[in-house]
């Protein structure tokens, strides 16, 4: 083969390649470029504990996140947007409410939706509201459906990672029993309402499929488990992808369909 040929063999597998396609390569800086603005999960996690610890040995509060979120809503009012939208939910807290002092409830359930918080605006998503023992938040995809995906899948992640390493080791030293989680992601378009005429006071909020989904997704979660719309999933990097797999329903006790296709949604379970 002469050089010319050899060259231009070497273009064609370039261009072939799963790395040449220019999409994978956005994609794969776009990542890059959040995981240096992210904390190491080392660093995190020792932070995590350290918030906990006060809270339980000094009665320490915590600042509470920025109120971005409302800014971003108030902004964008009766505007539909994109977004991956998570839903995170702490097991057993009736349970919990029974064995343990109510001031030691409140510490913890206080803690624990402050850590997720911080959880979801570390992979830049928007933190919407507590709802007793959960937190919602979301990740805005205008423009990028797939850097918003992937970002709510790591924050997923990181949350399991934080009550695993980070929280429950310092409820393990009160002899109080370990936090579990349960999360669901999905992906689709929202639009934000604003309840009353006050442009600044008046309660805003989302509705839409990606904020319903989400909430049934999660409430068939195991335990520590994540689970993700069929939607989210096609929007995640490959190398993401291969994380999960289909959820196979034995009992039929999933019945949601896709509007678009009137098939069963299909959802996905995170395997590590």
Known sequence: MTTDEENESNEE?????????????????LLSKNKEQILDSETMILETQKRVWGALKKGYEYTGIIDDSDQFLRKNVFSKLDMVVL????????????????????IIISSFSQEMASVIRQ????????????VIGYFVAEGNELFAADNA?????SMISVIQKGI??????????????KIGVDF?????????????????????????IAAKIQNMAKPNQILIGMDVFKRLHPNSQREF????????????????TGQIYNVFEHNG
């Open 168 to 181: 429950n080791p310092i409820l393990n030293q009160y002899d109080y029993p370990d936090l579990m989680v």
């Open 188 to 212: 689709g378009q929202n639009i934000i309402v604003r309840y009353g005429a006050d442009p600044e006071h008046s309660h805003v909020d989302l509705m839409g499929p990606a904020m319903n």
């Open 123 to 134: 992979n830049n998503g928007y933190v919407l509201k507590f709802v007793g023992d959960a």
């Open 153 to 157: 899948v790591n924050c997923a992640k």
């Open 87 to 106: 839903y995170v939910d702490l097991v057993g807290s009736t349970t919990m409410t029974l064995e343990m002092p109510e001031e030691k409830i409140a």
């Open 13 to 29: 597998s370039k261009i072939d390649s799963p790395e040449s396609d220019p999409k994978n390569r956005v994609v794969d800086m």
């Open 245 to 260: 797999a289909q959820v196979i329903w034995k009992n039929k006790e999933w019945k949601y369909r896709s509007r678009l």
